[in-house]
């Protein structure tokens, strides 16, 4: 059966791109670190170009004080898990993809298991030790990592 990319035509039509540029991100299997005020928007964008395969880790709770830069969030996620609910919305965005919410903590007991599954790495976390710990467990499998800057952490 043939694959319906209606959705996808726009940036199908981008030159050197195509069907099989789509096919591509289709197959791709990208994990997201952190599903806070990096984390959402990556998600939301990921999801809309079709990436078929999305790892939200987080082992946090949606609190009220970061509605503002947490856009998958509303008032009445407070207190639920971010992965879960990140997770969630994102599917409802784009039922053709698969969302994954790991409700876990990533640490050196499970780092190098956890981006073992996955084509990409996007950091979206707040913290150096996170950040320096998804590094090493990339450059050491060989991932692609990307990574933003954070502006609302204060220096440790």
């Not at 791109?17 to 791709?28: D, H, Y």
């Not at 790495?121 to 499998?141: Q, R």
């Amino acid at each position: 059966m043939a694959e319906n990319f209606d959705r996808y035509h726009c940036q199908m039509a981008l030159p050197g791109f195509a069907r099989e540029g789509q096919m591509q991100l289709k197959n791709a299997r990208v994990l997201i670190v952190g599903a806070g005020g990096l984390g959402c928007p990556v998600g939301q964008y990921l999801a809309a170009a079709g990436i078929g395969l999305i790892g939200l880790a987080d082992d946090d709770l949606i609190s009220e004080s970061n509605l503002h830069r947490q856009i998958l969030f509303t008032p009445q996620d407070i207190g639920l898990s971010k992965a879960a609910v990140a997770a969630a919305r994102l599917q409802l965005q784009n039922p053709g993809i698969q969302v994954l919410p790991l409700q876990i903590r990533v640490d050196v007991r499970n780092i190098m298991e956890l981006l073992a599954d996955y084509d990409l790495v996007v950091d979206g976390t707040d913290n150096f030790e996170s950040k320096y710990l998804l590094n090493d467990g990339c450059v050491i499998l060989g991932k692609p990592l990307v990574y933003g800057p954070f502006t609302d952490m204060k220096a440790r």
